[in-house]
């Protein structure tokens, strides 16, 4: 198994440009998630999904949308990049999303990361 | 999210030494995970914990999830060079009802031989 992949590894925009961080995973995982890494800070979610064709809003949700057509994929788009999103983005996904009394699912494996400028 | 208080914010240690860091929240979570980070890569999972008052250990590793579900803690016996990276405890789950990981903001590990 590879795990969670991410492409590209580096990737430096304009502002104004879009693109879209790839991210797959090869474990048939149902959940996966979107978060951003900012300079000494801890993960933040921006969108998360809980199977194909669902997804659904983070905590950091605005200039970034989602799609989740397969289990496997889970693209980010950037459609107008800032400033503000020069950050380190991590795919990262698990089997399912929460239990109430905690177990193995909740675990989240994380990908490699995408490192974004925005100048 | 939930803010996660993580301390200490750094440490720099000599090889050998034993080191010790903690997460406290003001909400309850369901479930702890301690995680790594080395430069340049995603972070990986440590350990995970359960249940209220369980302790696990992963070798030199050693983590508890907190009685009152509000902090937990991770222990690191007779550190090494390769311990160097950024720890990370998150909360899953419990009051906030959400699915997101809960980050503290991690604690940076230094090892000198």
């Known amino acids: 198994n590879a795990g969670v992949t991410q492409t590209p590894k580096f990737r430096i925009l304009k502002i104004g440009q879009s693109m879209t961080l790839q991210c797959t995973q090869d474990?048939?995982?149902?959940?996966m998630y979107w978060y951003r890494q900012d300079p000494g800070m801890g993960l933040k979610l921006i969108y998360y999904s809980v199977g194909a064709g669902i997804t659904d809003k983070g905590e950091v949700p605005n200039g970034y949308n989602v799609s989740r057509s397969t289990t496997e994929d889970f693209p980010l788009r950037l459609e107008l990049a800032a400033p503000s999103q020069t950050s380190v983005y991590f795919c990262?996904?698990?089997?399912?999303?929460?239990?109430?009394?905690?177990?193995?699912?909740?675990?989240?494996?994380f990908g490699p990361g995408t490192r974004l400028t925005v100048l | 999210g939930q803010q996660l208080n993580q301390s200490p914010q750094s440490m720099f240690i000599q090889e050998g030494e034993d080191v010790s860091m903690n997460c406290t929240s003001s909400s309850i979570f369901n479930t702890w995970l301690w995680y790594k980070q080395d430069p340049g890569e995603g972070p990986v999972l440590l350990i995970a914990l359960y249940k209220a008052g369980e302790l696990t250990s992963n070798g030199r590793l050693t983590a508890q999830f907190g009685i009152t579900r509000k902090d937990s803690f991770l222990n690191i016996s007779a550190s090494i060079p390769s311990d160097v990276g950024i720890y990370f405890c998150a909360g899953v789950g419990g009051s906030n009802s959400g699915y997101a990981l809960n980050f503290g903001k991690g604690t940076s590990l230094l090892v000198t031989p």
């Open positions: 474990m048939n995982h149902n959940y």
């Open positions: 990262a996904s698990s089997y399912s999303g929460r239990r109430a009394s905690g177990g193995p699912t909740d675990t989240q494996y």
